[in-house]
């Protein structure tokens, strides 16, 4: 995909028929969650996700000059995803999954595809047909009808031109006898240093290009450091210096992208000031939720006179994939993730509230990294409330979690089924506590569904936030008058 730096000058465009409106690109079917937390992350808006064909699932997004771009989220696509070592590469794109033109009317451009280009009708849905030489992703035009759409102008966030690869340049000739038998004006054969190139304009007024594979991109330089120089076709380095000046400086932050990745240190706090509380509540929200929503449950367990502390996801989720995915998958989220929890903890000892004053409660994602927390740094503490949640990984590293409890009480509520924690994973984590001599006690409610229930609560009034109650017994001394 080319991209021409114009400046800051150009005018915006308007996507409409006649020009090719949505760039496509291909992602595993799994990276779906990944992706939006992504997009969410860096505060860039999108469409939900919607299903277009069979298998296929896509999200709508613009860059910021306004370029119509989407995700498509599908297993047919055997290409490994791009490896730039912090996107994880199952997740990563893969390559273009389809362009998207509107149309006045399909017929011409199909009859072109078809008659002229090898191609073939792959599916059809509502105002949408697909072509492609062959069915997979990288391959596939979609030609839509939008008879009363207005008509696109080029500028600023629209696509120039969509390129056709040919092999070599005896099929590009090939190309071009066609086009002249199909009564399509086209441009001579330019030589671009890297291939050459055939420029026309289809029935539906969208600029093809035919352009050979060969002689390719790394003639000049080697794949792995593609893109880091200037490099020049022949007839253009006596203007290199020029050039230099004038061309935008490139200059891309991927440092920026890395460091979001971790959650900004964001704890809410509610109840009795810490600095005089004898006991703190860390209370961790669930995907989607936040810190208000959480503390908004203290007022149903007996902690009146506890600190309360919750810490914030940054962009509302914890980290970007199911619980039971591969660790790695969820990193560098989950271990920023834990470390807010530790910096919660720190700041309760920091205002010299003991350890084993220093209580737990965590809802679904939240009683996960609750669970991992206690798990990764066991110690005697007042004790814990998960609902619905169970240590974390695809495979549970016993290895990881070591240390001793010393009896702390530790309450797991779950339901059975649930469609985000398998209850066989809450029976794992409550042996693995056990054996770290924590007291679990689990309750399991059948077909609950994912929520806490009143009795949860209750249970995690008596066996967590217990209030002890003193009697006095007054002694009253009588004297005879």
């Known amino acids: 995909m080319t991209t021409f ?3 800051k000058g150009l005018v915006n465009g308007r996507h409409g028929k006649g020009m090719l409106n949505t760039t496509a690109f291909s992602v595993s079917m799994d990276a779906l969650d990944y992706w939006m937390n992504r997009l969410n992350q860096f505060n860039i808006p999108f469409k939900q996700p919607q299903q277009r064909f069979s298998g296929e699932v ?74 492609a030489v062959e069915d ?29 690869a040919t092999p070599d340049a005896q099929t590009q000739l090939e190309m071009i006898e066609k086009l002249n038998k199909f009564g399509l004006e086209h441009t001579e054969v330019k030589d671009r240093k890297y291939f050459t190139s055939v420029y026309f304009k289809e ?69 009795k000031p ?41 962009n509302g989720s914890w980290y970007p994939l199911s619980f039971i995915a591969p660790v790695e998958q969820n990193e560098p989220w989950l271990s920023s993730a834990v470390e807010t929890i530790g910096k919660a903890v720190e700041k309760a000892l920091a205002e010299g509230i003991k350890p084993e004053n220093i209580y737990f409660f965590g809802f679904s994602q939240g009683a996960c990294l609750t669970l991992e927390f206690l798990a990764r740094n066991a110690r005697k503490f007042g004790g814990a409330a ?67 229930n009143e009795e949860e609560l209750e249970l995690a009034n008596s066996l967590i936030f217990v209030q002890i109650e003193f009697q006095y017994l007054f002694l009253f001394q009588f004297k005879t008058l």
Not at 251 to 269: F, G, S, V, W
Not at 294 to 309: G, H, P, R
């Open 386 to 452: 998960a609902i619905i949640g169970g240590v974390i990984g695809e495979k549970i590293n016993r290895e990881n979690y070591k240390g001793d409890f010393a009896q702390t009480p530790v309450f797991l509520g779950t339901s059975n089924p649930d469609f985000h924690v398998p209850v066989e994973r809450v029976y794992a984590t409550a042996n693995i506590f056990r054996e770290m001599n924590a007291d679990v006690t689990e309750k399991v409610y059948q077909n609950f569904g994912h929520s806490i």
């Open 136 to 164: 997979a992703p990288g391959k596939y035009v979609d030609l839509v009808c939008t008879p009363n759409a207005l008509k696109g102008l080029a500028g600023r966030g629209t696509v120039h031109h969509v390129a056709f």
């Open 58 to 131: 896509f999200i709508y997004l613009e860059d910021f000059d306004g370029l119509g771009l989407e995700l498509v989220f599908n297993d047919k696509d055997s290409r490994k995803g791009y490896d730039n070592h912090f996107i994880p590469k199952d997740f990563a794109i893969k390559g273009i999954h389809h362009v998207e033109i509107w149309l006045d009317a399909y017929e011409r451009t199909a009859a072109l595809l078809t008659t002229q280009m090898d191609h073939q009708l792959i599916a059809e849905s509502s105002d949408r047909f697909r072509y």
């Open 5 to 7: 730096p114009y400046g």
């Open 203 to 271: 029935p539906g007024g969208v600029l093809f290009e035919i352009a050979t594979s060969g002689p390719g991109f790394d003639v000049d330089e080697e794949l792995a450091s593609l893109g880091e120089h200037l490099n020049l076709p022949q007839q253009f380095e006596e203007k290199r210096e020029h050039l230099v000046e004038v061309l935008p400086k490139f200059n891309y932050p991927t440092e920026k992208y890395r460091q979001i990745m971790a959650h900004i240190l964001d704890i809410k706090t509610a109840g």
């Open 274 to 314: 810490l600095n005089e509380a004898e006991k703190a509540l860390i209370m961790i929200h669930g995907r989607g939720g936040s810190a208000q929503d959480i503390l908004s449950l203290s007022q149903y367990l007996n902690v009146k006179d506890y600190a309360l502390l919750a810490p914030q996801a940054t």
